[in-house]
């Protein structure tokens, strides 16, 4: 069991609804991150929120659209997504603004496998 | 070029093996190393961080090449347990917490 948590774990929408990813980390963490992974792809970092701040925003498409309320929980809002967003989507947290030079673990969700139709 | 590459495999291979992965990346300036595991439709788990000394963790050793820009893991005696895929993750920059993952490699070890 992970302090990482995410939900739904699956959820097939058509290109029309409007749907949100839930995630919340109980680690005490100060940043949270969402990823993308589709197959035979690497991971890629959409948002990266730290203390609360968007501080990172990889060209990803208007159709996904992050929330970071408090530094637990974060959202990704979804709508008239394509096919082609059909992907496991991962959430993780990590302790930032550590020593120089430290390395702060991004600890991660289980993740949510989304099926676009 | 990617800024990760790593051999997708699978590496197929006999418990008790003795096998090794690499790993190269593009940004000389990259501050960080690491390897990850992510078990078939699970999340990714930190393994172990990549010293520039090199490091061990009991079966596993991690050693990374800053000249020629790659990073290895070996794994010695190879248990059923280890089939997974292993994922290379690069830190670009000490101020950030952005970590570049590579496609990762997909080792099965076999009865």
């Known amino acids: 069991e992970t302090g990482v948590t995410q939900t739904p774990r699956h959820l097939v929408m058509g290109m029309t609804n409007k749907k949100s990813l839930k995630c919340e980390q109980h680690l005490g963490h100060n940043a949270m991150y969402w990823y993308k992974q589709s197959a035979k792809k690497p991971l890629e970092l959409m948002f990266v929120?730290?203390?609360?701040?968007?501080?990172e925003n990889n060209s990803v498409p208007s159709r996904f659209s992050p929330e970071c309320p408090n530094s637990s929980h974060l959202f990704l809002h979804l709508h008239t997504l394509q096919p082609e967003d059909s992907a496991l989507y991962l959430c993780?947290?990590?302790?930032?603004?550590?020593?120089?030079?430290?390395?702060?673990?991004?600890?991660f969700g289980p993740g949510t496998r989304l099926t676009v139709l | 070029r990617k800024e990760v590459e790593q051999d997708p495999g699978p590496f197929n291979v006999p418990e008790g093996a003795t096998v090794a992965f690499n790993c190269t990346y593009s940004n000389s300036a990259s501050q960080s190393f690491f390897w990850y595991r992510q078990d078939c439709r699970k999340e990714p788990k930190l393994l172990m961080s990549v010293y520039s000394s090199g490091n061990e963790d009991g079966r596993f050793t991690a050693q990374l090449n800053r000249a020629s820009q790659y990073i290895s893991l070996l794994i010695r005696d190879s248990k059923l347990s280890d089939s997974a895929t292993y994922l290379c993750v690069v830190n670009p920059s000490q101020n950030t917490d952005k970590l570049i993952f590579g496609t990762g490699t997909r080792l099965q070890v076999f009865p």
């Open positions: 993780a947290s990590s302790q930032v603004l550590g020593p120089p030079g430290s390395y702060n673990e991004q600890f």
């Open positions: 929120y730290s203390l609360e701040e968007r501080v």
